[in-house]
Nanobody, 125 residues
Framework: VQLQASGGGSVQAGGSLRLSCAAS????????MGWFRQAPGKEREFVAAITWSGATTSYADSVKGRFTISRDNAKKTVYLQMNSLKPEDTAVYYC???????????????????WGQGTLVTVSS
């Protein structure tokens, strides 16, 4: 499985970006997908996750109401729509493929067994 993240860039506070993560490999449609981010000098942290059907999603408290995760299994792509961006959202964003359809531990990095290369999001004030 290979994951290719894209869509990052530089925006002003209050702006929007949509990240994409394109996957190869047949297991994509069966597994949960997630987004994490890592700011300079900080640990990689959970942002959002979605089950294979898209019926269940989860968000970090810091992004609830501003970010939306979605997926298109036909295109093997997961998206992260980011609105009302803040300077503290600045980070490298990574997409990950979960080891299974769903788990209560999907906010943990250990739940994911494949990662994309990351895409940089910079939000200026």
């Amino acid at each position: 499985v290979q994951l290719q993240a894209s869509g990052g860039g530089s925006v002003q506070a209050g702006g929007s970006l949509r990240l994409s993560c394109a996957a190869s490999g047949r297991a994509f449609i069966l597994d949960a997908m997630g987004w994490f981010r890592q700011a300079p000098g900080k640990e990689r942290e959970f942002v959002a996750a979605i089950t294979w059907s898209g019926a269940t999603t989860s968000y970090a408290d810091s992004v609830k109401g501003r970010f939306t995760i979605s997926r298109d299994n036909a295109k093997k792509t997961v998206y992260l729509q980011m609105n009302s961006l803040k300077p503290e959202d600045t980070a490298v964003y990574y997409c990950g493929k979960g080891r299974q359809q769903f788990s209560s531990s999907w906010t943990s990095r250990d739940f994911y067994n494949y990662w994309g290369q990351g895409t940089l999001v910079t939000v200026s004030s």
